[in-house]
């Protein structure tokens, strides 16, 4: 209660507290940390003498009051939890839709359980709720509301569940659909420009996701914005581009400076600053200093463990980056726990090993003697990013770096000479044909990466060396 009164301007709200001041002075209503206790003769009134027409302006103010503080500025832990108390109240109020002139109400409500799956990662819950907005017998295309926020959040959903092209549509429905209703320099277009940017960059659309964020980035200058989280969020896109063409400095200025954006905004332990933490700790591991990376990564870890919890899925990926750092720093049973603690994740969401994590374990076995595990890690790993990315990947590039190396430490003179010719293929298609000197320069000294972060620190180092 305390939080709708602070959150909320609605004079209504005034006259409901006043009304429960009362309903408390004769212990007739008893308010509980979760729920509320309603005395029955209360209740029996209640009963006795609503109508329907009472219903339907109860329905209106309710769902007009849970409109005033939703969707809320940022999903902190207590926004999630009152969306979640929100539930079982928006599933008793449905009961009393009857009336079609309620089709506001209805949708409204409809979409409020949508975004609250969607915030509790319940994606597929989400999007069959999402999908009742979207169906034929639903003309969402009469309320921009209803549908941009539907468009927006199926593409958001099929993105967290990896289905980048479903969720590419959906976005680009998003676009179309505020384009229409807001104009060309709305700032609510640029976060649909920018929607689409972070789905290109996943398709690996370097281009298009560039221009993309370009879009946005014109709206934010014309509209003199240069602050908010949808800003932070376009300058992390930007700095993933520098990053993916290797311009670690720029994307580490991009980087540092979504992070303070997203630290003054949200504050130091708000998700999304864990996220700009962690590409600026990746950045900095490339670029900077080992131990500065260290301690960033140890930083986004707490936030993400006081988030999501130890064995949340979405915890694994500072803690596979601090096994990677560890690995770097010459730490070996400390990149080992780290990599463990990955493991327990992975089993205890009964998920399969992602073919980056198969990678890590394999180099780590390999170095602790375990070299037919190692192997069997690697093949599979890299039959997986075959599979998905081809040889263009630079995922499957360093799998292939690392199964040459291992097989010319063992001796395998055919495997060797097989994985060295995919390996040079793909690292020429990625970085280009002037990097020669940096991958002979990989085979010559015998180097294993334990994951992106080895490999794009290796390639750094060895270019700038070569340069100087």
């Known amino acids: 209660m305390q939080y709708l009164y602070k959150n909320t301007e609605d004079e209504m709200l005034i006259y409901f507290h006043k009304t429960l001041n009362i ?40 769902t007009n009051s849970m409109a ?73 295309s009469r309320n921009c509301f209803f549908s941009h926020q539907v468009y927006s959040g199926l593409g958001y959903n099929y993105r967290r569940l990896e289905n980048i092209n479903d969720a590419l549509s959906y976005y680009k429905k998003e676009l179309a659909t505020k384009l229409r209703c807001f104009g060309n320099n709305n700032i609510t277009v640029a976060d649909a420009y920018i929607n689409l940017g972070i789905t290109y960059f996943h398709l690996e659309k370097r281009k298009e996701s560039q221009e993309a964020y370009y879009k946005a980035k014109e709206i934010f200058l014309q509209n003199k914005v240069n602050s908010g989280a949808s800003y932070a969020r376009m300058i992390n896109g930007l700095g993933l581009l520098d990053y993916a063409d290797r311009k670690y400095e720029d994307a580490k200025e991009n980087f540092d400076q979504a992070y303070h954006i997203a630290k003054k905004y949200y504050g130091e332990e708000h998700k999304d600053t864990a996220l700009y933490a962690h590409n600026r700790a990746t950045a900095c591991a490339i670029y900077g200093s080992l131990a500065e990376a260290y301690n960033l990564f140890k930083y986004t870890l707490y936030l993400h463990e006081n988030e999501y919890g130890a064995n949340n899925k979405i915890t694994s990926w500072p803690l596979h980056s601090l096994g990677e750092i560890s690995y770097l720093m010459g730490n070996l049973k400390e990149s080992r726990n780290y990599f463990d603690r990955v493991v327990r994740i992975v089993r205890h969401n009964k998920l399969e090993f992602s073919p980056n994590e198969l990678n890590s374990l394999a180099v780590i076995d390999f170095l602790e003697g375990e070299k037919e595990r190692s192997l ?93």
């Open 23 to 62: 309903l408390r002075r004769y212990s007739l209503i008893k308010v509980l940390p979760n729920s509320v206790s309603i005395h029955r003769l209360v209740q029996q009134f209640i009963r006795n003498n609503h109508d329907k027409v009472l219903t339907s302006k109860i329905i209106t103010l309710g």
């Open 376 to 468: 069997e890690r690697l093949e599979k790993a890299y039959k997986k990013y075959l599979d998905k990315n081809g040889v263009k990947s630079q995922n499957t590039c360093f799998v292939l770096l690392n199964l040459s190396v291992i097989h010319r430490k063992l001796n395998n003179i055919k495997e060797y000479n097989h994985y060295y010719n995919k390996a040079k293929e793909s690292f020429l298609i990625i970085y280009g044909k002037e990097s020669i000197k940096a991958f002979e320069e990989i085979q010559k000294q015998g180097l294993l990466f334990a994951g992106i972060i080895c490999l794009d620190r290796a390639i750094h180092n060895i270019m700038i060396n070569n340069v100087k």
């Open 68 to 140: 005033a503080i939703y969707p809320f500025k940022s999903e902190q832990k207590k926004d999630v939890r009152l969306k979640i108390c929100f539930l079982p109240h928006i599933d008793h109020i449905s009961k009393f839709i009857t009336n079609k002139r309620m089709d506001y109400e209805k949708d409204f409500l409809i979409l409020m359980k949508a975004d609250a799956y969607q915030s509790t990662s319940d994606y597929r819950k989400s999007i069959e709720l999402y999908k009742l907005l979207d169906s034929p017998t639903t003309d969402i």
